[in-house]
């Protein structure tokens, strides 16, 4: 089927690697594929330099970072690793990262990795930290202790699935991805699908305790999950299953709280809100396939389509059966930009596009010695951190911002589509 970057099993995690080193021998020119235009052309094309403030590396094994997250003031840094160990960066006012500390992997029986890293609330000191083996673990990090974790609760998932288990057999439900909503009130974690059954599952921060579950929104692997950014009780998730479903969490039951759902007619990889110009919310996502869709949240209506191939043409000098769509972010006048790079050789091509009636060159990542699986921006400062398979956590800063950017409005592509709401539909 589709082929995914980001997975919770160890075996697929594993296969990954392998073949990320078969490549890294190909590095037969500056950006290990096919270039399309030359170096001077993409000079002119992508004016935003963006150039390495700091970079650490978090481990001497073969780690990989698989997740990022910054506090609201972007002044700590939290990666999570594919080992499940979670290293800690404060940056300075000097652009600079300082290990400040480092969260041990949870003891357990079963393979795991990360599947997330969050701060909670306003201040830099609370992090929420995912594990793909179906657990959410609260830290202070003032006092390194962990002070609440949340996990299924097996009893309430039997009581409501299809699935009755032998007693004493019961499977924990992998989890693949979590968030916490804009008021820092509640949790919400998506899980694999297991016997036929897959589950977004709710929990109350401050009280410790679950609040139920949503089971019959998605029939396949919950890949995404994403809380709007001010609205505390809008939410979207996204799945294997091809679609994406928005919530108002203030309806009594799942019915009624399904708003929209959107047939993306692939598999879906990650999920971010934005605004548009009319300060409309709109929906980004990126697909197991590196294509990048975004739709208008209320109504379901595709505002831009673009497929892998005209992402690596846009982006130059990447072959397309090696463009890594990376990550979606909206800038601090809200116009969206999306980070790409090549998983071929050490990843040395990683560009920006920016969203206006196309995709359009933005800015160049100069001297990328790895390929990115995670990234973060702060709006504020222009500051972007990536972090990838070599186990590097880079600090980028730009040497140039004077660049005019369009805005994105609704009919940017010029196409319109008006997505059913039909929740069963197989996609593919």
């Not at 290990?99 to 830099?124: M, Q």
């Not at 969203?355 to 390929?371: E, V, Y």
Request: aromatic share 8%.
């Amino acid at each position: 089927m589709k082929e995914k970057l980001i997975s919770s099993g160890g075996e697929e995690l594993d296969s990954r690697q392998n073949s990320s080193n078969d490549d890294s021998e190909d590095t037969t020119n500056v950006s290990g594929d096919e270039d399309t235009c030359s170096l001077q052309e993409v000079n002119d094309l992508f004016q935003i330099k963006c150039k390495i403030a700091d970079e650490a590396a978090v481990s001497l094994r073969n780690d990989y970072v698989l997740s990022l997250a910054a506090d609201s003031g972007f002044t700590r840094v939290a990666a999570g690793l594919s080992s499940a160990t979670v290293h800690i960066f404060d940056i300075n006012a000097q652009r600079t990262l300082s290990t400040l500390s480092d969260i041990p992997a949870p003891v357990t029986n079963e393979r795991t990795t990360t599947c997330g890293v969050r701060f909670l609330d306003e201040t830099p000191n609370c992090l929420l930290v995912g594990s793909s083996h179906g657990l959410v673990r609260l830290f202070d990090l003032r006092t390194q202790s962990e002070q609440a974790r949340f996990e299924e609760d097996i009893e309430f998932t039997q009581s409501i699935s299809n699935f009755r288990a032998a007693k004493g057999m019961h499977m924990q439900k992998t989890i693949n991805c979590f968030d916490t909503n804009s008021n820092g009130r509640i949790l919400s974690t998506g899980t694999n699908q297991s016997q036929g059954n897959v589950f977004l599952f709710f929990y109350d921060i401050r009280e410790r305790k679950p609040l139920g579950a949503y089971f019959d929104s998605h029939e396949d692997d919950i890949t995404a999950l994403c809380f709007h950014a001010t609205n505390p009780d809008l939410m979207c998730s996204g799945s294997t299953d091809g679609l994406i479903n928005v919530y108002n969490l203030k309806e009594a039951t799942e019915d009624d709280a399904l708003l929209t759902t959107i047939n993306t007619e692939s598999s879906v990889q990650m999920l971010n809100w934005h605004k548009n110009v009319y300060e409309h919310d709109l929906i980004s996502c990126i697909t197991h396939c590196h294509d990048f869709h975004v739709y208008l949240a209320d109504e379901a209506d595709v505002v831009a389509k673009f497929e892998r191939e005209k992402i690596a043409e846009a982006a130059k000098g990447i072959n397309e059966t090696k463009c890594n769509v990376i990550g979606a972010h909206s800038l601090e006048n809200g116009d969206l930009f999306l980070l790409v790079g090549t998983n071929r050789g050490n990843g040395e091509v990683l560009r920006s596009l920016r969203l206006g009636k196309d995709l359009l060159p933005r800015a160049d990542f100069i001297a990328n010695k790895q390929l990115v699986r995670a990234s973060i921006f702060d709006q504020k400062s222009g500051t972007v951190v990536t972090g990838g398979e070599s186990g590097f956590v880079t600090l980028w800063t730009t040497e140039n911002t004077t660049y005019d950017e369009p805005v994105l409005t609704s009919s940017s592509s010029g196409l319109k589509h008006k997505s059913k709401k039909l929740k069963k539909k197989a996609p593919y």
